[in-house]
Nanobody, 125 residues
Framework: QVQLVESGGGLVQAGGSLRLSCAAS????????MGWFRQAPGKEREYVAG????????VYGDSVKGRFTISRDNAKNTVTLQMNSLKPEDTAVYYC??????????????????WGQGTQVTVSS
């Protein structure tokens, strides 16, 4: 069983930055790909970024490429999403997600077995 707790959300002006963190419990963290998703009101959950078990591979959604950076620290069981040049359309609840061990990266929400409770990010214009 894995538990995920996100932090770092808040209100920021357009063009600003925020850093989201996800703390994971469980002994299999370093064996599991991680991802960030987001969901705005009235919209489907959207893939934001994913990172492989070692951190050597990352995949970003088209809407955040060049602005967001995902990273992980397996010694601390944490994954981080650095968000720069934020836009009002980035406003959403952001979720950290974890795949089962030894799986590959995926952009599909249903491939992720564990989810955090979400953290709100609001970008004002």
């Amino acid at each position: 069983q894995v538990q995920l707790v996100e932090s770092g959300g808040g209100l920021v002006q357009a063009g600003g930055s925020l850093r989201l963190s996800c703390a994971a419990s469980g002994r299999t963290f370093s064996q599991s790909p991680m991802g960030w998703f987001r969901q705005a009101p009235g919209k489907e959950r959207e893939y934001v970024a994913g990172i492989s078990r070692s951190g050597g591979s990352t995949v970003y959604g088209d809407s955040v490429k060049g602005r967001f950076t995902i990273s992980r620290d397996n010694a601390k069981n944490t994954v981080t999403l650095q968000m720069n040049s934020l836009k009002p359309e980035d406003t959403a609840v952001y979720y950290c997600a974890c795949r089962n061990p030894f799986m590959g990266l995926s952009m599909r929400a249903y491939d992720y077995a564990y989810w955090g409770q979400g953290t709100q990010v609001t970008v004002s214009s």
